[in-house]
Protein backbone atom coordinates (compact mmCIF):
# COMPACT_ATOMS: atom_id res chain seq x y z
CA UNK A 1 0.00 0.00 0.00
CA UNK A 2 1.60 3.37 -1.06
CA UNK A 3 2.66 5.82 1.78
CA UNK A 4 0.05 8.88 1.87
CA UNK A 5 1.70 12.02 0.30
CA UNK A 6 3.11 14.08 2.31
CA UNK A 7 0.88 17.35 3.34
CA UNK A 8 2.17 20.52 2.33
CA UNK A 9 3.96 22.51 5.13
CA UNK A 10 1.81 24.94 6.98
CA UNK A 11 2.43 28.14 6.06
CA UNK A 12 3.56 30.30 9.08
CA UNK A 13 1.27 33.10 10.21
CA UNK A 14 2.02 36.23 8.64
CA UNK A 15 3.73 39.24 10.60
CA UNK A 16 3.16 42.48 9.98
CA UNK A 17 6.52 44.37 9.30
CA UNK A 18 6.51 47.94 11.24
CA UNK A 19 6.60 50.68 8.19
CA UNK A 20 9.69 52.75 8.20
CA UNK A 21 9.24 56.11 9.57
CA UNK A 22 8.85 58.69 6.14
CA UNK A 23 11.43 60.86 6.32
CA UNK A 24 11.26 64.18 7.88
CA UNK A 25 10.57 67.23 5.71
CA UNK A 26 12.84 70.09 5.40
CA UNK A 27 9.99 72.23 7.20
CA UNK A 28 9.82 69.46 10.17
CA UNK A 29 13.27 69.44 10.29
CA UNK A 30 13.49 73.31 10.39
CA UNK A 31 10.77 73.50 13.15
CA UNK A 32 12.62 70.81 15.40
CA UNK A 33 15.85 72.76 14.93
CA UNK A 34 14.71 76.17 15.82
CA UNK A 35 16.60 77.41 12.84
CA UNK A 36 15.05 79.80 10.40
CA UNK A 37 14.29 77.95 6.50
CA UNK A 38 15.96 80.01 3.53
CA UNK A 39 13.08 79.65 1.17
CA UNK A 40 14.97 78.93 -2.00
CA UNK A 41 15.28 75.59 -0.18
CA UNK A 42 11.62 75.31 0.49
CA UNK A 43 10.33 75.74 -2.81
CA UNK A 44 12.98 73.72 -4.61
CA UNK A 45 12.00 71.05 -2.26
CA UNK A 46 8.32 71.16 -3.91
CA UNK A 47 8.45 68.77 -7.30
CA UNK A 48 4.57 69.83 -8.14
CA UNK A 49 2.54 72.51 -8.82
CA UNK A 50 -0.01 73.80 -5.91
CA UNK A 51 -3.51 73.19 -6.04
CA UNK A 52 -5.85 76.38 -7.33
CA UNK A 53 -6.18 78.88 -9.60
CA UNK A 54 -3.53 79.77 -11.64
CA UNK A 55 -1.85 83.34 -10.39
CA UNK A 56 1.74 85.03 -10.20
CA UNK A 57 1.73 86.30 -6.36
CA UNK A 58 4.25 88.94 -5.47
CA UNK A 59 7.25 90.72 -7.65
CA UNK A 60 9.34 89.17 -10.40
CA UNK A 61 12.06 88.29 -7.86
CA UNK A 62 10.24 88.04 -4.21
CA UNK A 63 7.32 86.01 -5.09
CA UNK A 64 5.60 82.47 -6.12
CA UNK A 65 3.38 80.84 -8.23
CA UNK A 66 0.14 78.95 -7.32
CA UNK A 67 -1.53 76.51 -10.20
CA UNK A 68 1.78 76.82 -12.18
CA UNK A 69 1.38 74.65 -15.18
CA UNK A 70 4.09 72.69 -17.63
CA UNK A 71 5.49 73.56 -20.76
CA UNK A 72 6.26 70.19 -22.54
CA UNK A 73 9.56 69.22 -22.63
CA UNK A 74 8.89 68.95 -26.70
CA UNK A 75 6.98 70.45 -28.78
CA UNK A 76 6.71 70.96 -32.62
CA UNK A 77 9.45 74.12 -32.81
CA UNK A 78 11.06 73.63 -29.14
CA UNK A 79 13.02 71.56 -27.02
CA UNK A 80 13.12 72.67 -23.09
CA UNK A 81 17.00 72.26 -21.92
CA UNK A 82 18.22 71.22 -18.64
CA UNK A 83 15.00 69.26 -17.27
CA UNK A 84 16.76 68.17 -14.03
CA UNK A 85 16.66 71.68 -12.74
CA UNK A 86 12.61 70.86 -13.35
CA UNK A 87 12.15 74.66 -13.78
CA UNK A 88 9.75 73.98 -16.93
CA UNK A 89 6.91 75.58 -15.04
CA UNK A 90 4.81 78.65 -15.47
CA UNK A 91 1.81 80.84 -15.14
CA UNK A 92 -0.55 80.10 -18.38
CA UNK A 93 0.42 83.26 -20.02
CA UNK A 94 3.66 82.54 -20.06
CA UNK A 95 3.41 78.41 -21.47
CA UNK A 96 1.11 80.17 -24.16
CA UNK A 97 3.50 82.55 -25.19
CA UNK A 98 6.18 80.24 -25.53
CA UNK A 99 3.51 78.04 -27.74
CA UNK A 100 2.79 81.35 -29.71
CA UNK A 101 6.62 82.93 -29.84
CA UNK A 102 8.06 79.36 -30.46
CA UNK A 103 6.29 78.75 -34.20
CA UNK A 104 6.93 82.45 -35.11
CA UNK A 105 10.39 82.67 -33.83
CA UNK A 106 11.26 79.77 -36.32
CA UNK A 107 9.47 81.34 -39.19
CA UNK A 108 11.15 84.61 -39.24
CA UNK A 109 14.42 82.69 -38.67
CA UNK A 110 14.49 79.31 -40.86
CA UNK A 111 15.40 77.96 -37.60
CA UNK A 112 13.90 74.34 -36.74
CA UNK A 113 12.91 75.72 -33.83
CA UNK A 114 14.23 77.20 -30.12
CA UNK A 115 15.77 75.88 -27.34
CA UNK A 116 14.00 77.06 -23.86
CA UNK A 117 16.40 77.61 -20.46
CA UNK A 118 14.91 78.32 -17.22
CA UNK A 119 11.30 79.09 -16.45
CA UNK A 120 9.85 78.63 -13.10
CA UNK A 121 9.89 76.33 -10.41
CA UNK A 122 6.70 74.13 -9.76
CA UNK A 123 5.86 76.43 -7.12
CA UNK A 124 7.78 79.28 -8.26
CA UNK A 125 9.55 81.43 -5.37
CA UNK A 126 13.17 82.03 -5.10
CA UNK A 127 16.09 79.77 -7.07
CA UNK A 128 18.51 77.52 -5.48
CA UNK A 129 20.87 79.28 -7.66
CA UNK A 130 20.99 80.81 -11.36
CA UNK A 131 18.42 83.30 -11.01
CA UNK A 132 17.17 86.10 -8.24
CA UNK A 133 14.04 86.52 -10.83
CA UNK A 134 11.82 83.72 -12.05
CA UNK A 135 10.53 83.71 -9.22
CA UNK A 136 6.48 84.63 -10.08
CA UNK A 137 6.28 82.18 -13.24
CA UNK A 138 6.01 84.96 -15.52
CA UNK A 139 9.97 85.09 -16.75
CA UNK A 140 11.71 82.90 -19.21
CA UNK A 141 15.25 82.19 -20.85
CA UNK A 142 15.47 81.16 -24.95
CA UNK A 143 18.72 80.02 -26.02
CA UNK A 144 20.27 82.46 -29.24
CA UNK A 145 21.26 78.98 -30.43
CA UNK A 146 19.08 77.40 -33.16
CA UNK A 147 17.10 73.80 -32.23
CA UNK A 148 18.93 71.12 -33.93
CA UNK A 149 16.52 69.32 -36.35
CA UNK A 150 16.48 66.13 -34.10
CA UNK A 151 15.38 65.48 -30.59
CA UNK A 152 17.69 65.53 -27.97
CA UNK A 153 18.85 63.39 -25.42
CA UNK A 154 18.55 63.68 -21.68
CA UNK A 155 22.79 63.96 -21.36
CA UNK A 156 22.75 66.53 -24.47
CA UNK A 157 19.89 68.86 -22.84
CA UNK A 158 22.46 68.44 -19.77
CA UNK A 159 25.80 69.12 -21.01
CA UNK A 160 25.05 71.48 -24.22
CA UNK A 161 26.21 75.06 -23.82
CA UNK A 162 24.42 77.80 -25.63
CA UNK A 163 26.29 80.28 -28.14
CA UNK A 164 28.03 83.40 -26.97
CA UNK A 165 27.22 86.38 -29.50
CA UNK A 166 29.12 88.70 -27.93
CA UNK A 167 33.75 89.43 -28.19
CA UNK A 168 35.46 89.16 -25.95
CA UNK A 169 35.96 92.61 -24.83
CA UNK A 170 32.10 92.77 -24.37
CA UNK A 171 31.97 95.50 -26.17
CA UNK A 172 30.70 93.98 -29.70
CA UNK A 173 29.06 91.77 -30.85
CA UNK A 174 30.95 88.50 -32.10
CA UNK A 175 30.97 88.83 -35.86
CA UNK A 176 31.57 84.85 -35.63
CA UNK A 177 28.43 83.85 -33.74
CA UNK A 178 26.33 86.85 -34.26
CA UNK A 179 23.46 86.61 -37.54
CA UNK A 180 20.42 88.78 -38.88
CA UNK A 181 18.67 85.55 -37.69
CA UNK A 182 19.29 86.40 -34.28
CA UNK A 183 17.83 90.35 -35.30
CA UNK A 184 14.96 88.68 -36.09
CA UNK A 185 15.19 86.28 -32.94
CA UNK A 186 14.46 89.23 -31.03
CA UNK A 187 12.54 91.04 -32.41
CA UNK A 188 9.58 88.61 -32.79
CA UNK A 189 9.93 88.02 -29.04
CA UNK A 190 9.50 91.67 -28.54
CA UNK A 191 6.18 92.11 -30.96
CA UNK A 192 4.27 89.13 -29.38
CA UNK A 193 1.04 90.69 -27.04
CA UNK A 194 2.02 90.74 -23.25
CA UNK A 195 5.67 91.17 -23.49
CA UNK A 196 6.96 93.22 -20.81
CA UNK A 197 10.85 93.37 -21.82
CA UNK A 198 13.27 91.40 -23.49
CA UNK A 199 16.34 91.19 -21.97
CA UNK A 200 20.01 91.08 -24.18
CA UNK A 201 23.47 91.76 -23.78
CA UNK A 202 24.48 95.70 -24.15
CA UNK A 203 26.40 94.77 -27.11
CA UNK A 204 23.19 93.04 -28.55
CA UNK A 205 21.16 96.18 -28.31
CA UNK A 206 24.00 98.43 -29.39
CA UNK A 207 24.04 96.19 -33.01
CA UNK A 208 20.37 96.44 -33.38
CA UNK A 209 20.52 99.90 -33.02
CA UNK A 210 23.31 100.38 -35.38
CA UNK A 211 20.98 98.35 -37.87
CA UNK A 212 18.13 100.15 -37.53
CA UNK A 213 19.52 103.76 -38.33
CA UNK A 214 18.26 106.57 -36.97
CA UNK A 215 14.41 105.36 -36.84
CA UNK A 216 13.70 102.74 -34.17
CA UNK A 217 10.43 100.71 -34.04
CA UNK A 218 8.09 101.01 -31.12
CA UNK A 219 9.21 97.31 -30.37
CA UNK A 220 12.74 98.49 -29.81
CA UNK A 221 11.69 100.04 -26.27
CA UNK A 222 11.25 96.85 -24.72
CA UNK A 223 14.52 95.49 -25.47
CA UNK A 224 16.83 96.58 -22.91
CA UNK A 225 20.44 95.64 -21.57
CA UNK A 226 21.19 94.00 -18.14
CA UNK A 227 23.77 92.11 -16.79
CA UNK A 228 24.88 88.58 -18.80
CA UNK A 229 22.48 87.66 -21.45
CA UNK A 230 25.16 87.17 -24.09
CA UNK A 231 23.64 83.60 -24.90
CA UNK A 232 20.32 83.94 -24.13
CA UNK A 233 17.46 86.60 -24.03
CA UNK A 234 14.91 86.86 -20.88
CA UNK A 235 11.34 87.60 -21.59
CA UNK A 236 9.10 88.70 -18.91
CA UNK A 237 6.12 88.93 -19.43
CA UNK A 238 3.42 91.82 -17.38
CA UNK A 239 0.81 90.73 -14.56
CA UNK A 240 -1.92 89.04 -15.72
CA UNK A 241 -4.99 90.90 -15.02
CA UNK A 242 -6.32 87.68 -12.68
CA UNK A 243 -3.41 87.73 -10.68
CA UNK A 244 -4.34 90.53 -8.33
CA UNK A 245 -1.20 90.11 -6.07
CA UNK A 246 1.34 90.30 -9.15
CA UNK A 247 3.30 93.76 -8.22
CA UNK A 248 3.59 95.18 -11.89
CA UNK A 249 7.47 96.45 -12.87
CA UNK A 250 7.54 100.11 -14.02
CA UNK A 251 6.96 100.57 -17.32
CA UNK A 252 10.15 100.79 -19.81
CA UNK A 253 11.39 104.61 -20.07
CA UNK A 254 10.31 106.55 -23.24
CA UNK A 255 13.42 105.89 -25.09
CA UNK A 256 14.17 103.48 -27.59
CA UNK A 257 17.93 102.69 -25.46
CA UNK A 258 20.38 103.48 -28.34
CA UNK A 259 22.90 105.75 -28.12
CA UNK A 260 24.29 107.59 -24.57
CA UNK A 261 22.25 105.51 -22.90
CA UNK A 262 24.26 102.43 -23.66
CA UNK A 263 27.12 104.51 -22.34
CA UNK A 264 26.86 103.18 -18.76
CA UNK A 265 27.03 99.11 -19.74
CA UNK A 266 30.71 99.89 -21.86
CA UNK A 267 32.24 101.59 -18.39
CA UNK A 268 34.94 99.99 -16.79
CA UNK A 269 32.70 100.34 -13.77
CA UNK A 270 30.14 97.39 -15.21
CA UNK A 271 33.10 95.67 -17.52
CA UNK A 272 35.84 95.90 -14.77
CA UNK A 273 34.60 96.67 -11.62
CA UNK A 274 36.67 96.84 -8.99
CA UNK A 275 36.76 94.32 -6.48
CA UNK A 276 35.84 94.60 -2.71
CA UNK A 277 38.63 93.77 -0.45
CA UNK A 278 37.47 91.18 1.87
CA UNK A 279 36.21 92.54 5.27
CA UNK A 280 36.84 89.84 8.23
CA UNK A 281 34.15 91.13 10.16
CA UNK A 282 31.15 90.98 7.44
CA UNK A 283 28.12 88.83 8.35
CA UNK A 284 26.59 86.88 5.13
CA UNK A 285 23.83 88.14 4.23
CA UNK A 286 20.98 87.04 5.67
CA UNK A 287 19.19 84.30 3.61
CA UNK A 288 15.25 85.19 2.36
CA UNK A 289 12.61 83.69 4.78
CA UNK A 290 8.51 82.48 3.93
CA UNK A 291 8.14 85.41 6.53
CA UNK A 292 10.42 87.99 3.68
CA UNK A 293 7.03 86.98 1.24
CA UNK A 294 3.93 87.71 0.47
CA UNK A 295 1.78 85.84 2.68
CA UNK A 296 -0.02 84.28 0.00
CA UNK A 297 3.17 82.21 -0.14
CA UNK A 298 2.73 80.25 2.78
CA UNK A 299 -0.53 78.55 1.39
CA UNK A 300 1.00 77.89 -1.99
CA UNK A 301 3.54 75.90 -0.07
CA UNK A 302 1.25 74.54 2.00
CA UNK A 303 -1.57 73.18 -0.58
CA UNK A 304 -1.96 70.08 -1.57
CA UNK A 305 -0.09 68.99 -5.33
CA UNK A 306 -1.93 69.49 -8.20
CA UNK A 307 -4.13 66.31 -9.68
CA UNK A 308 -2.23 64.47 -12.43
CA UNK A 309 -5.08 65.11 -14.69
CA UNK A 310 -4.80 68.92 -14.63
CA UNK A 311 -1.12 69.21 -14.90
CA UNK A 312 -1.84 68.23 -18.47
CA UNK A 313 -4.17 71.82 -18.98
CA UNK A 314 -2.61 74.98 -19.51
CA UNK A 315 -5.67 76.64 -17.57
Known sequence: MPAPAALPPTPAPAVALPTPPEKPTIVEQAIKSGEPIPAKKLFAAEKLPSLGKAMAIGYYPRGCLQGGVALPVNGPTWQVMR?????????????RFLERFA????????????????????????????????????????WFMPMPSHTLSADEREKTS?????????????TKTWTPQHYDFIRVAAEQPGVERVLVNAAIKQEMCRMQGAKHPEWMDKVRPWY?????????LACPPDSPSCRKQPPVPESDGCGKALDYWFSDRVLHPKPKPPNPNAKPPKPITLADMPPACKTVLAAPDKPLTALQKND
Open 83 to 95: ISRNRMWGHPNLV
Open 228 to 236: GHHDHIHVR
Open 103 to 142: PAAAKATGWHGILIGDMAQPRGGPLPFGHLSHQIGLDVDV
Open 162 to 174: AINLVSADWKHIN
